[in-house]
């Protein structure tokens, strides 16, 4: 029986990149993922992906997908998701906050006043909208009295990266984390942040080969990048350790989760830390 059967997860933002890969990981693990977001028809986005064809390759890695299109932007959305989720399982197990605004113009190299207003939009589907999908985890975790929320962040939280909002957003999907964590813990639920670095999602891939210099970036090295199933493998050995909540309330680099547990990318390589030239977290365990 793999580690996570039986076990239900919601994956935010996983029609493609970084939500796609760890709803497939999860799945290769046993797991019962719910896809969510806005693409549903491959024609409607400039990038590959959409929550069904997540889904089914959630299925073909032995766990089972389930595609909701949701507008994380959208309240009600996210409400009848989890009102879902409880009427078909009657609980949650993992919920990795992952949905996010990215700009198209988040690389350009251009100061917060020279990039439109709309860039704030990481803040209302990034932060707003973890806290949102969180607020209606928590109830279903804290009465089995276990789960695990994850939110993806990255090195931005301490070290500039592309610009003012994402580094605001960063930061606070951190703290927010850890925070939660001190409200959690008496009921035995987890609640962790992890630092990410470049991961070779299909819009990486189109802008590293597409903007001179990018890969020259601290922060878009490709040395330093995992595939986007990396973080999943991660956030599974964190769900299956039975001692989980020793994590709660921490903020950690991906890498060095994996190297704890012993896991390497899907070729084998391990991934390093970029903690020395990048930064370290802020926030140690509750």
Request: hydrophobic fraction near 40%; charged fraction near 20%; proline fraction near 5%.
């Amino acid at each position: 029986m793999s580690g996570l059967s039986g076990r239900v997860a919601v994956v935010t933002g996983a029609s493609r990149g970084i939500g796609k890969g760890i709803a497939v990981a999860l799945a290769d693990h046993g797991a019962t993922v719910y896809v969510t977001g806005r693409t549903v028809d491959a024609e409607s986005h400039d990038l590959p992906g959409t929550v069904g064809a997540t889904a089914a390759e959630c299925d073909r890695r032995g766990g089972e997908g389930i595609p909701v299109q949701v507008d994380h932007a959208d309240d009600d959305q996210v409400a009848a998701l989890f009102d879902r989720v409880r009427s078909d399982h009657g609980r949650i197990d993992i919920l990795v906050n992952n949905a996010f605004a990215l700009p198209d113009d988040l690389t350009d190299p251009e100061p917060f006043w020279r990039k439109p207003l709309s860039n704030w939009q990481m803040i209302d589907v990034g932060v707003r909208s973890s806290f949102v999908a969180a607020h209606h985890a928590a109830p279903l975790m804290t009465s089995q009295r276990s789960g695990l929320i994850v939110a993806t962040s990255g090195y931005t939280g301490v070290s500039y990266t592309y610009g003012v909002v994402f580094g605001v957003a960063k930061s606070a999907a951190d703290r927010m984390a850890r925070d939660m964590a001190v409200e959690l813990k008496p009921y035995g639920v987890a609640s962790i942040s992890i630092w990410q670095g470049l991961t070779f999602t299909e819009r990486a891939e189109r802008n590293l080969a597409t903007i001179a210099g990018l890969g020259e970036q601290a922060a878009t090295r490709p040395e330093n990048g995992c595939t986007p199933e990396f973080p999943g493998r991660v956030i599974a050995a964190l769900a299956e350790d039975p001692q989980l909540m020793r994590h709660s309330g921490g903020t950690f680099i991906t890498a060095e989760l994996a190297q704890m547990y012993g896991i390497t990318d899907l070729d084998g390589s391990t991934i390093p830390s970029s903690r020395r030239t990048r930064g370290e977290p802020i926030w140690a365990p509750v």
